[in-house]
């Protein structure tokens, strides 16, 4: 029997009924591996370090490494977890490189017990290079020699920065960014020692301030935080505790130039203010 001709859209209801069954059953094939299979699990190398570790291939609990050497022994575009045994790391300086992503993590229920301390300024105590990202939590810093930087990022890194106990750094940055650089502080930190500027930061590179600062006692410092040459700083979040928070520390509260400052809703600490530091 024929079927009766009409127009194009009610002719052949059954051809289209065929291609939209087609349609979707194409569909469901190509989405049904992506539900059924399991997610990867996360390609991660765990290395560990110690203040007597040395350069080694191994960099287990039982042979640690130094700091570098477990660095070094993290293969380009991995992902490596260190995990600090408890010490002093006396002059230490890691240098992070080559899209390497790296995650430190001390002691969280002592921060103080793992104490990075630098005794020569020349290079940072931890200092992210080319594209690479470097985490760090649960730790003290601190430099016994004038005009050093505890973190250190340039051309195009992430640092991430968690349950930190920034010590004294005369002369120096807590944290110093530039080329592109992005930090963020999360959770947070605690202030214990002077310095020149918490944050340091310039051409086109960004901080994060999302945590809340604890300053015990009253410090002494140039600038809390120093953003130019199109920086960015977004300090909405921060919030700011201890006998040292407000103006009972001693230093410029804010310098900006060619930068964007989102202040936080309490005064950064300090005494003083720089002009112009944006609203």
């Avoid at 660095?71 to 575009?77: L, S």
């Avoid at 301390?117 to 105590?125: N, R």
């Avoid at 992430?158 to 930190?164: A, E, F, K, Q, V």
């Avoid at 650089?181 to 214990?192: E, H």
Wanted: aromatic residues 8%.
């Amino acid at each position: 029997m024929r079927r009766p001709r009409g127009d194009a859209n009610t002719s052949r209801p059954w051809t289209q009924a065929r291609v939209y069954s087609i349609t979707a059953l194409t569909a469901l094939a190509l989405l049904t591996p992506l539900i059924v299979q399991p997610a990867k699990a996360l390609d991660t190398l765990t290395l560990y370090i110690s203040p007597s570790g040395t350069s080694n291939a191994v960099c287990s609990q039982t042979v640690p490494c130094d700091p570098q050497g477990a660095v070094d022994a993290c293969p380009g575009g991995k992902t490596c977890m260190i995990k600090i045994a408890d010490g002093v790391y006396e002059q230490k300086p890691v240098n992070i490189t080559h899209h390497r992503s790296v995650f430190f993590t001390g002691n969280c229920n002592d921060w103080d017990a793992v104490h990075f301390q630098l005794t020569d300024a020349s290079v940072p105590q931890f200092w992210v290079q080319d594209q690479s990202i470097g985490s760090f939590s649960c730790l003290k810093v601190s430099s016994a020699t004038s005009g050093a930087s505890a973190f250190s990022g340039r051309q195009h890194v992430t640092i991430d920065l968690s349950n930190i106990n920034f010590g004294t750094f005369v002369g120096g940055n807590h944290i110093a960014l530039t080329e592109f650089s992005n930090a963020t502080c999360g959770g947070s930190i605690k202030i214990t020692g002077g310095m020149n500027a918490h944050l340091n930061e310039n051409t086109f590179s960004s901080y994060n301030l999302y945590c809340t600062v604890d300053i015990p006692s009253p410090i002494a410092f140039s600038y809390f935080v120093i953003a130019t040459n199109y920086a960015t700083l977004y300090a909405n979040l921060a919030t700011f505790t201890g006998g040292g928070a407000g103006n009972n520390s001693s230093g410029v509260r804010c310098m900006g130039s060619a930068a964007i400052i989102e202040k936080p809703k309490q005064e950064f600490p300090g005494n003083a203010e720089n002009v112009p530091c944006q609203p």
